[in-house]
Structures are given as C-alpha cells and as structure tokens.
Nanobody, 131 residues
Framework: QLQIVESGGGLVQPGGSLRLSCGAS???????????IGWFRQVPGKEREGVSC????????QYADSVKGRFTISRDNVEMMAYLQMDSLEVEDTAVYYC?????????????????????WGQGIQVTVSS
C-alpha cells in the first residue's frame, strides 16, 4: 500500500502561485513509477473533481479545462515525489487538494484521471485564494 502526504498549501492572493508537494512511501517496496499520480480537489457541498494526473513514467499528463495553462503537474520517481505547480491562481481554485495514486497495472483502467480508480489518498491540504 502506498502512503501519501501532501504539503505546500496555504493562503495566497489571486494571481499568485503555490506549489503542492506529494510525498509517497510504499510498504510493498514498489517504486513510484508503478503508480499513476493524480491531484484532485473538493469544495464543501461539491463532488471531488480531477485537477491533473500524470502517468507512472511521466510521459502522459491530463488537466482539467479550468486549470489548463495555469497548473503544471510533475513527478520525481527517484525521490518518490509528485508536484502541482499552480500559477495565476483564482478565487475559484480555493479547495482542499488531495494527492492520490493507483497502480498503473491494475486491470480495466478507463482513463488517466478517473477518480474512482485511485485508491491511495493523502489526507488533503487546504488551498485558499483570497485577497
């Protein structure tokens, strides 16, 4: 099982930037390249939504339309880390952000950023964009 911890959230003004980090440790001994990584977010009263996802190799990425051109996902498999660089932040980006992972070799995968396919989750971290 993969253990995940997010960091880097906080309060930022509109137009500002934040970098979220996702640290992973695997009790199975598998390295991080076995796992696709996703960033998801949730606001009170709404369903959790996909923000951005990256394949285990890092060669494929996917972004929600609302963050394209502003957010960048990346990963460092050697360091067992993933990142979400968030630029030009908007008030609407305010949410609890979650890092999640799934084994890239699990059967019946439907897409890179299908939320119910991710089964290892961090505790979430608050991002607040406000003036």
């Amino acid at each position: 099982q993969l253990q995940i911890v997010e960091s880097g959230g906080g309060l930022v003004q509109p137009g500002g930037s934040l970098r979220l980090s996702c640290g992973a440790s695997a009790s199975t001994g598998l390295t991080l390249n076995y796992y696709d990584i996703g960033w998801f977010r949730q606001v009170p009263g709404k369903e959790r939504e996909g923000v951005s996802c990256i394949s285990g190799s890092g060669r494929m990425t996917q972004y929600a339309d609302s963050v394209k051109g502003r957010f960048t996902i990346s990963r460092d498999n050697v360091e067992m880390m993933a990142y979400l660089q968030m630029d030009s932040l908007e008030v609407e980006d305010t949410a609890v952000y979650y890092c999640a992972a799934r084994n890239r070799y699990k059967p019946n995968i439907q897409g890179l950023c299908v939320i119910h396919e991710y089964d290892a989750w961090g505790q979430g971290i608050q991002v607040t964009v406000s003036s």
